[in-house]
């Protein structure tokens, strides 16, 4: 079993829908959690950090449910610009280094 | 953006010749790491350093090096480069506390390798 799960995807979505990803993770010693962007032929981008509480920032929401080792990312109001590689994030138990999952691909269409 | 930069940005070399991929940051953060991405795998890390000549291995370093001799320089030597190391290599760095969070990792553009 991999150590980060993500569905590759793609989702291919009309502009202004609402899109959601989920991530699964196996180590449930690992405390730091993050979503990444990746565009195209370009480094990945730290998108947001996730809390337990859960975290919004803008059109993004973040879930954290470590009772289920998984992760979520909602995507409201998709933009044609929302089109990438979401990257699922966590760390390798309570070190600094993070393991990454393949990424779930997104379309986002007129 | 955080101040990291790769060279070179793209590279064609031959099977067996070495080849060293430079990072540099300006950034005074602590850890610096290099991964590799491969279609189908996704970012694997190959060495990480935790300071000026601290360094450890990662889960795919066979047939890489790694020095550290000052806090803005991580290097990666492929000693001689294989046809299985094409790929994209990415430096990042992470930890300089402040507003981020000590293992919020932050990526240089890239450089593509190919071995022919």
């Known amino acids: 079993r991999k150590e980060v799960e993500q569905d590759p995807g793609p989702f291919n979505v009309p502009e202004g829908a609402t899109v959601a990803f989920n991530c699964t993770y196996s180590?449930?010693?690992?405390?730091?959690f993050f979503w990444y962007r990746q565009d195209c032929r370009k480094e990945p981008k730290l998108l947001m950090s996730v809390y337990s509480s859960g975290n919004e920032d803008g059109r993004f929401t973040a879930q954290l449910n470590r009772a289920s080792q998984y992760i979520s990312l909602l995507i409201r109001d998709s933009k044609l610009s929302d089109s990438a590689t979401y990257l699922c994030v966590v760390n390798e138990d309570s070190s600094y280094k993070l393991i990454f999952g393949s990424g779930t691909r997104l379309l986002v269409r007129p | 953006d955080a101040g990291i930069t790769q060279s070179p940005r793209h590279k064609v070399t031959e099977t067996g010749t070495p080849v060293t991929l430079r990072c540099h940051q300006t950034e005074n953060h602590r850890y610096m790491y290099w991964y590799r991405q491969d279609p189908g795998h996704g970012l694997r890390l190959i060495h990480y350093s935790y300071g000026v000549k601290d360094t450890d291995k990662g889960e795919v370093s066979d047939g890489y090096s790694v020095s550290r001799s000052k806090t803005e320089d991580f290097l990666l030597t492929l000693e001689s480069a294989t046809s299985s190391q094409t790929s994209v290599y990415f430096c990042?760095?992470?930890?300089?506390?402040?507003?981020?969070?000590?293992?919020?990792?932050?990526f240089g553009p890239g450089t593509r390798l190919t071995v022919l």
């Open positions: 990042a760095i992470s930890g300089s506390g402040g507003t981020s969070s000590y293992n919020e990792q932050f």
């Open positions: 180590n449930s010693a690992s405390q730091s």
